[in-house]
């Protein structure tokens, strides 16, 4: 049993190369999302 | 510890979002002073004429400055109370000039009634007990419906009245 693997407080070194991109676009949408929503009732808020 | 870079930007970007939406809301209750329309002030619900606001005869519509008006109402099932005309009848419609500031204030006999004004921003629960406030400034001309949002027994749908700012 070698250590390093099983220890959980070891960083796994292949996480740095796994590709996030498409988690990335998917959060920045619903980020985008939320902030346009809001800001778009707080809008309709201000003009009645 | 090791971060993916992506992974710091949405963190950056949702801890901004957060501390975005925080100091809304402090500028909206410290500096706009926007807070729960009750401002927990308390009323008999029994003996609301006690309060000068409530008496029968200061019920409705009043102009207090050049363009400021109050509006005092006594919600009841299944009623608005707007006073009364010249002729003794009961006010169905408030009527205020367009820019004018006004400010409603309403409370109830009996049970927990809602006070909207449909198309506006005007919206408070009422309940017993408590008076609700609003001010606002009327923008838009038009007829807006009052409606009672808040579901208070077998004639809820019945409890209407209107507010109309004209030009």
């Given at each position: 049993m070698t250590k390093g693997k099983l220890d959980p407080h070891q960083p796994d070194q292949k996480g740095a190369s796994i590709s996030l991109k498409g988690t990335f676009i998917a959060v920045m949408l619903l980020g985008v999302f939320?902030?346009?929503s809001w800001f778009a009732l707080y809008a309709l808020f201000l003009s009645r | 510890m090791h971060l993916h870079k992506y992974e710091k930007i949405w963190l950056i970007f949702g801890m901004g979002?957060?501390?975005?939406?925080?100091a809304i809301i402090?500028?909206?209750?410290?500096?706009?002073?926007?807070?729960?329309?009750?401002?927990?002030?308390?009323?008999d619900?029994?003996?609301?004429?006690?309060?000068?606001?409530?008496?029968?005869?200061?019920?409705?519509?009043?102009e207090v400055?050049?363009?400021k008006y109050i509006v005092n109402i006594v919600a009841s099932a299944f009623n608005y109370d707007f006073g009364t005309d010249e002729n003794g009848n009961a006010v169905k419609t408030i009527r205020v000039p367009k820019g004018s500031t006004v400010l409603y204030q309403i409370t109830t006999k009996d049970v927990v009634h809602?006070?909207?004004?449909a198309g506006t921003n005007i919206n408070m629960m009422v309940e017993p007990g408590h008076i609700s406030r609003f001010e606002t400034?009327?923008?838009n001309t038009g007829e807006f419906t009052v409606v009672c949002n808040e579901y208070c027994g077998i004639g809820h749908h019945l409890m209407f009245g209107t507010v109309e700012v004209y030009e």
């Open positions: 939320i902030l346009v | 979002s957060l501390a975005l939406f925080l402090g500028f909206a209750a410290f500096w706009k002073g926007i807070h729960p329309q009750s401002h927990i002030e308390t009323i619900p029994q003996n609301i004429e006690a309060h000068d606001a409530f008496k029968p005869e200061n019920l409705g519509l009043h400055a050049d363009g809602g006070f909207q004004v400034v009327m923008k």
